[in-house]
């Protein structure tokens, strides 16, 4: 199972984008890959979910984990999501208030608090 | 549409797959393949049964790392006249639902801390029912999806 997590620069955010599945047999890659951002000294950083087709509670978890790690450094995490199978998984567990949820990265980038299509 | 024409009404499905983290996947493509041919959920509730069979199948593979078990773990779907069953069963050490933690209000700093144990609150949200039954070897896992009823977990 493929998971894509390609990484574009965006008006100083990077941009990581998600692809595919988020389960706990690909969910480890996507830590990685955000620990490594970090690491890189990336700290504002949108997570485009717009191309992911499944999310359980591991997909989450990394969230939660990168947001936490983002906050330490005075940094703060961004999500980009419309699809509203995978918005149900933010609803149900309460995390649509933890999280900045935007309809677009132009709106993320754009900032607002709106939780996103203002700017779109 | 009555149960019984969707020709599924009686059946029983079981699919055993190995204890680790790429067969979760094929299980939860299996019981949403099984779950969209059978006419009476709607695309929403068998994107509700797939995600709730995901965390269920989570568990139990991690219930049989923690237990060094090799055995496999098995999912039965039963297609009833009012509602669809699916059981995930491990041979890990079994655990007490009633005793998980607490997460803090989504407004507290500390809900951060909780990275895990996210998977039993969405499976309750998603599913009509969900019962955990200590069994010999492990915990039964029996979700509920009943034919007719309104998505769970739709505000």
Redesign the interface.
């Known amino acids: 199972?493929d998971l894509g997590l390609d990484v574009e620069e965006r008006d100083g955010f990077a941009v990581l984008s998600v692809r595919g599945?988020v389960?706990?047999?690909t969910a480890p890659r996507f830590r990685e890959r955000l620990i490594e951002l970090v690491s890189e000294g990336k700290h504002m950083i949108i997570v485009d979910l717009e191309g992911v087709d499944?999310l359980?509670?591991?997909g989450?978890?990394?969230l939660?984990?990168g947001?936490?790690r983002l906050?330490s450094h005075d940094g703060d995490l961004l999500l980009v999501c419309t699809q509203s199978?995978i918005l149900?998984?933010f609803?149900?567990?309460?995390?649509t208030?933890?999280f900045s949820i935007h309809d677009s990265v132009d709106a993320a980038v754009g900032g607002g608090s709106d939780g996103g299509g203002a700017n779109a | 549409m009555l149960a019984g024409e969707a020709g599924l009404a009686g059946e029983v499905i079981e699919l055993e797959i190995p204890a680790r983290a790429e067969f979760v996947a094929l299980a939860r493509l299996v019981v949403s393949a099984l779950a969209a041919s059978d006419s009476n959920l709607i695309d929403e509730r068998v994107d509700d049964l797939k995600l709730a069979v995901s965390e269920a199948c989570t568990n139990a593979i991690e219930a049989h790392g923690k237990a060094g078990s090799d055995e496999r773990v098995l999912v039965r779907c039963k297609a009833g006249s009012e509602a669809l069953e699916v059981c995930v069963e491990d041979q890990g050490q079994g655990f007490d639902p009633t005793q998980l933690p607490d997460h803090p209000p989504v407004t507290d700093p500390d809900r951060l801390k909780f990275e895990r144990g996210l998977g039993i609150p969405l499976i309750k949200a998603l599913v009509d029912e969900v019962e955990f039954s200590p069994t010999d070897r492990g915990t039964a896992v029996r979700l509920v999806m009943r034919y007719g009823a309104n998505g769970a977990g739709t505000s």
Do not use: A, N
């Open positions: 199972m599945e389960d706990v047999y499944f359980d509670s591991t989450l978890g990394v939660v984990g947001l936490k906050r199978r149900k998984v609803e149900i567990t309460g995390l208030k933890v």
